[in-house]
């Protein structure tokens, strides 16, 4: 299993960036799909997810800019960030599991991870 984050970058506050993650050796829509990401500094933490019906859930501080959404053709993942902010700036990871609803923004519920991809946004 691999999956393979990409689609970050440099970018200036209120700019948009859409990470994409590209899963091999699973099948998405068969699993819970997260975004996660980690500051200079801080501990990984959640920022979206999706579920095998489609249902969403976002921390609050990206709900409204932030839109996960899930490809099964291309067996893609996606996080299209709006309105971006430089507290935004993190690597941003991407993770598939089964988690039960309630503990989906738990990491630890995840089995596989992404290698990250950097997203940095200046004021």
């Known amino acids: 299993v691999q999956l393979q984050a990409f689609g970050g970058g440099l970018v200036q506050a209120g700019d948009s960036l859409r990470l994409s993650c590209a899963a091999s050796?699973?099948?998405?829509?068969?699993?819970?799909m997260g975004w996660f990401r980690q500051a200079p500094g801080k501990e990984r933490e959640f920022v979206a997810v999706?579920?095998?019906?489609?249902?969403?859930y976002y921390t609050d501080s990206v709900k409204g800019r932030f839109t996960i959404s899930r490809d099964n053709a291309k067996n893609t993942v996606n996080l299209q960030m709006n309105s971006l902010e430089p507290a935004d700036t993190a690597v941003y990871y991407c993770?598939?599991?089964?988690?039960?609803?309630?503990?989906?923004?738990?990491?630890?519920?995840?089995?596989?991870w992404g290698q990250g991809t950097q997203v940095t946004v200046s004021s």
């Open positions: 050796g699973l099948t998405v829509r068969s699993y819970v």
């Open positions: 993770a598939a599991g089964t988690p039960a609803w309630s503990a989906a923004y738990s990491e630890r519920m995840y089995y596989y």
């Open positions: 999706i579920n095998r019906g489609s249902g969403t």
